[in-house]
T-cell receptor, first 114, second 113 residues
Framework: DTEVTQTPKHLVMGMTNKKSLKCEQHMGHRAMYWYKQKAKKPPELMFVYSYEKLSINESVPSRFSPECPNSSLLNLHLHALQPEDSALYLC?????????????FGEGSRLTVL | AQSVTQLDSQVPVFEEAPVELRCNYSSSVSVYLFWYVQYPNQGLQLLLKYLSGSTLVESINGFEAEFNKSQTSFHLRKPSVHISDTAEYFCAVNSGGYQKVTFGTGTKLQVIP
């Protein structure tokens, strides 16, 4: 069982909809990540939160809006997406202190934009 | 800068045969190395990792990888594969900046009955 939980597992939305992806971890990790993964490709980093503050934004379009309400939760708000945004969105967490880069991933949210 | 190369995009292998998935990395400093496995429609799971110490690391399901600094490689091996090993395998490297792990392009292991 994964210790990083993502909801929903599947999401279908139109280009005018507003939706959110949610991620929760209870491992005490203070770094949380959003990755985007297209079919047959490696995960691409989107955002990193460290101690609940946004530390990395990999030039992601503003139609993706991350939020970290507390140390256990990470959200990704979606608005006015394009069909090319359809992908598997992965949340991950890690330690900050003495971090080796080991990531703990959720099972992902499969997003389809119509 | 760090980078990872997985030359083989697909590796078909018969059940119970041995397999090697190749990974080479590039970094100017010390590295931490990882293999992640991704089963269909799932997230990535850590398979094994090299942080320091013994250059041979093993997983609980029979995989092993050897860190070779002179060849800048971290190849993944298993002496006898099972159908359930069919998955995508990603090699990853981190050279100190914990927030930016670099993933290879992945190798699809297809185990043939």
């Amino acid at each position: 069982d994964t210790e990083v939980t993502q909801t929903p597992k599947h999401l279908v939305m139109g280009m005018t909809n507003k939706k959110s992806l949610k991620c929760e971890q209870h491992m005490g990790h203070r770094a949380m990540y959003w990755y985007k993964q297209k079919a047959k490709k490696p995960p691409e980093l989107m955002f990193v939160y460290s101690y609940e503050k946004l530390s990395i934004n990999e030039s992601v379009p503003s139609r993706f809006s991350p939020e970290c309400p507390n140390s256990s939760l990470l959200n990704l708000h979606l608005h006015a997406l394009q069909p090319e945004d359809s992908a598997l969105y992965l949340c991950a967490s890690s330690q900050v202190d003495y971090n080796t880069g080991e990531l703990f991933f959720g099972e992902g949210s499969r997003l389809t934009v119509l | 800068a760090q980078s990872v190369t997985q030359l083989d995009s697909q590796v078909p292998v018969f059940e119970e045969a041995p397999v090697e998935l190749r990974c080479n990395y590039s970094s100017s400093v010390s590295v931490y190395l990882f293999w992640y496995v991704q089963y269909p429609n799932q997230g990535l799971q850590l398979l094994l990792k090299y942080l320091s110490g013994s250059t041979l690391v093993e997983s609980i399901n029979g995989f092993e990888a050897e860190f070779n600094k002179s060849q800048t490689s971290f190849h993944l091996r298993k002496p006898s594969v099972h159908i359930s090993d069919t998955a995508e395998y990603f090699c990853a490297v981190n050279s100190g900046g914990y927030q930016k792990v670099t993933f290879g392009t992945g190798t699809k292991l297809q185990v043939i009955p």
